[in-house]
């Protein structure tokens, strides 16, 4: 099952469809490997029939497994197109392929929420990144040194005294 509105009922007036669409129907196909569709995707849309277009609005919903890239640890990104609209076409050259007569609204849905989603999911617009161990490398070089500046003196001193 898609998400379908039935050009008949638009024929009778407006469309009211509520529901969920699972993940296997939304066929995702989200390139980012830190990003998983793994839950219903929710909807609440109105469709109208102008003429010879459908125009729909309403809003779309659904939560995706995200792993932040700073920090790497996973979380829910909540994707929501609140105010989302949609106009198909039923005549001329940019018309939409009918599926069982009516109007297949899963794959704008899915472009418009595939577009929302962020570039670079991170855990929280803060997130630190991997928190480091307190290393002071810059410290640690001098030290070294004249620790061997020390040693080379001593053995300079011993020397003077095997004179
Ligand atoms: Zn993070």
Redesign the pocket.
């Known amino acids: 099952m898609s998400i379908l509105v039935s050009v008949a009922a638009l024929h009778q007036g407006d469309v009211h469809i509520q529901g969920e669409a699972p993940p296997e129907e939304m066929h995702w196909e989200i390139q980012d490997p830190c990003m998983e569709a793994r839950h219903s995707l929710f909807y609440d849309l109105r469709a109208e029939l102008m003429e010879k277009e459908v125009f729909v609005e309403g809003s779309v919903e659904t939560v995706l497994d995200c792993q932040?890239v700073?920090?790497l640890?996973p979380f829910e990104f909540s994707l929501r197109l609140e105010s989302w609209t949609c106009l198909l076409a039923l005549e001329g050259e940019d018309a939409v392929t009918l599926v069982d007569e009516s109007v297949d609204l899963t794959p704008h849905i899915r472009e418009d929420s595939l577009l929302a989603l962020p570039q670079h999911p991170?855990?929280?617009p803060e997130?630190p990144?991997i928190a480091r161990q307190p290393q002071e490398p810059g410290l640690q070089g001098p030290a070294s040194d004249e620790a061997r500046g020390v040693s080379s003196a001593w053995s300079v001193l011993d020397k003077l005294k095997l004179d």
Do not use: N, W
Request: aromatic share 0%; charged share 35%; hydrophobic share 10%.
């Open positions: 932040c700073r920090c640890e991170l855990c929280r997130c990144g």
